[in-house]
């Protein structure tokens, strides 16, 4: 194989392979209160709250239903649970399937109806606590379940006709208290209630500590599995409430404000590429539209692709211009093949190919190890600013066209739930976008190849010459390969990152155009205008 295609092949190889191993490598910018709203977001207990007159013929017996408070007489709360023993309560659809289900699973004892009853009474009062530091005024004997409930109505997911979302509810906005506690610790306030509730209830009617370890793994997995946490600049419209978690997609979490100090504290690339460029998603989407519906968050990309692709072609601008030289002169390249026929198989002939080779690339200022010291620069950049895209907490918020811009495209392509037709969970949107993203990362790659050979097409071909036949071949093979490589790591992309992808490969596409015809011009006029 030619050294220059196993130079473009490995340095591709690694970039790809690199970014699929570090694509979680730069930090994340989560902080505690932001990973507890995240973990509520999903683990909402399952105590449902309402009015006397809404709780369930089937939970009037006793015991079924309570007053929560004994001065409150409008407040109630029952636990609607199923025959097999699992919590029926819309907002427990996680802690059954995630939690309760897996732990049956690996032969954990759960813990009983009445400690999950008290665990959510320590929530609520702690929520409400919490509420009236912030500047709201509850009192227990006066709170309503209004006041209480993220939705409009006590047991529902939020996705139902008519149901409304409750912004300022005490659940919704102060419920991540379950998962944090005093001095900024993420577990706090839960591990304290666990040593209250053994002591209240008894240890045997408690949690046992294999299944409190197993439920403390799974949810905080799903915590960090999230990463949009870069909130960079106020949106009072939705109080500072991005993304679609939950089980169902339709809960926001508030995430604090991250300056750039809080950035360079997490490392070097978090403070010198990442933080600028989720600042930038902000600035642009917040600015066009403060709403984030999906509109100015597309554009957002879009300009920040522009302004990532123009600093990173002023900094590599010797290397990228190396490697478009190298493109140009291939035709010169091809005529010193041509005079060396056998240099395949003779030594002397492939010694003597190498030295002209050198001495054309000194004559036109090129240094053949150009290509790795681009990849080496752009790698570090790839990887950063992919971390913003993952981590910018605007991006989370949205859509267009029914697409998520924080989703992967491989789990939205294939999720036909509802009317496929209808394109209710963006499928069409993410495969119209995979498509262009794979068609423009296809051309790009291909285009000065494409040049390359319309200008070889030129010479006048005077011996056959196996060596340059073979090299064309071997070159044709790693453009495949490397372009099948790209399109399939592009299919695990977040959609965000897609866009950033097809527009930075349309933006290559013009450069190498503009570029591949003004070295040609110049090159053809440094050499006397000959072909």
């Not at 636990?79 to 732990?103: F, H, R, W």
């Not at 799974?218 to 949009?228: A, L």
């Not at 291939?330 to 002397?348: F, H, M, V, W």
């Amino acid at each position: 194989m030619k050294k220059s295609a196993k130079i473009k092949l490995l340095g591709g190889l690694v970039l790809v392979g690199g970014a699929f191993a570090l694509s979680s490598c730069t930090a994340s910018f989560c902080s505690n209160s932001d990973l507890a709203g995240l973990g509520y977001a999903y683990e909402q207990g399952v105590t449902v709250y309402c009015d006397a007159d809404e709780i369930p013929e089937e939970y009037r017996g006793e015991g079924l239903s309570w007053k929560v408070y004994d001065d409150n007489d409008s407040l109630y709360a029952y636990i609607p649970v199923n025959a097999d023993g699992t919590y029926a309560a819309k907002k427990a659809q996680y802690l059954d399937s995630n939690v309760l289900a897996s732990a049956a699973s690996s032969h954990y004892v759960a813990p009983t109806y009445e400690f999950w009853k008290a665990l959510d009474q320590k929530v609520l009062d702690e929520a409400i606590a919490t509420a009236n530091e912030n500047g709201y005024n509850y009192s227990t004997s006066t709170i309503t379940a209004a006041e209480i409930n993220p939705y409009s109505e006590p047991d529902v997911t939020g996705l139902e006709a008519g149901v409304s979302k409750n912004d300022d509810s005490v659940l919704r906005l102060f419920g991540y208290v379950k998962f944090y506690g005093e001095n900024d610790t993420l577990w706090g306030n839960f591990d304290q209630w666990i040593d209250e509730i053994d002591l209240e209830l008894g240890i045997s009617a408690s949690i046992s500590n294999d299944f409190l370890n197993f439920y403390k793994t799974t949810v905080q997995n799903t915590m960090f599995v999230n990463r949009g946490c870069i909130a960079t600049v106020p949106n009072d419209t939705i109080n500072d409430a991005y993304g679609h978690y939950g089980p169902n997609g339709n809960w926001q979490v508030s995430m604090s404000l991250k300056d750039w100090g809080y950035a360079w504290g997490k490392g070097f690339l978090e403070g010198l590429i990442v933080y600028p460029v989720a600042w930038l998603v902000d600035t642009f989407a917040n600015g066009l539209d403060p709403s984030l519906s999906g509109v100015g968050q597309i554009w957002s990309i879009v300009f920040v692709t522009f302004i990532v692709r123009a600093v990173v072609q002023l900094l590599t601008l010797k290397s990228t211009l190396d490697q478009q030289k190298t493109q140009a002169i291939q035709p010169q390249l091809a005529k010193l093949q041509a005079k060396y026929p056998n240099s395949n198989t003779n030594q002397a002939e492939r010694q003597r190919l190498g030295q002209e080779q050198m001495l054309l690339y000194k004559r036109n200022h090129i240094n053949p190890l150009s290509m790795i010291l681009v990849l080496v620069f752009q790698f570090p950049i790839f990887i950063a600013v992919w971390g913003a895209l993952q981590g910018s907490a605007a991006l989370t918020s949205g859509e267009f066209l029914n697409l998520q811009l924080s989703s992967s495209i491989s789990s939205i392509i294939f999720n036909f739930t509802g009317e496929w037709y209808l394109n209710s969970t963006g499928w069409w949107t993410a495969l119209v976008l995979f498509i262009i993203m794979g068609t423009l990362q296809f051309l790009a790659m291909m285009l000065p190849q494409w040049i390359t050979k319309r200008r070889n097409k030129k010479l006048q071909k005077m011996t056959a010459n196996p060596a340059a036949d073979k090299n064309a071949k071997t070159m044709k093979w790693v453009n495949i390969i490397m372009v099948v490589i790209t399109i399939v790591m592009g299919f695990s992309l977040p959609a965000a990152m897609g866009i950033y992808w097809a527009i930075g490969a349309l933006i290559s596409m013009i450069q190498t155009a503009i570029t591949q015809y003004f070295m040609g011009r110049k090159l053809k006029k440094r050499n006397g205008g000959a072909k």
